[in-house]
């Protein structure tokens, strides 16, 4: 259904994104949200392609930011040699 447009759309647009960046980092996956957001509300019209794109990157900002955040809390605490 709709998931499915919706993965392979933000799956299309990350792997161009990185494509073209040539860095695989999480700027990628907000913009490919954005730009997910964006075209599947296109039908609506350009205001509804501003709001659902501003949302959609939003919400990848925000799943981008948690994963940073366990990654960082998780990380053993490096060793200080010398102190």
Do not use: H, Q
């Amino acid at each position: 259904g709709s998931f499915a447009v919706w993965g392979g759309l933000f799956s299309t647009f990350d792997c161009i994104l990185v494509g073209i960046r040539k860095k695989e980092d999480p700027w990628n996956s907000i913009a490919a949200g954005a730009l997910t957001g964006g075209i599947l509300a296109a039908r609506r019209g350009p205001r509804e392609v501003m709001v659902s794109g501003a949302f959609g990157g939003m919400i990848l900002a925000m799943i981008e930011g948690l994963g940073i955040l366990i990654t960082r809390l998780s990380a053993p605490t490096p060793l200080t040699i010398g102190d």
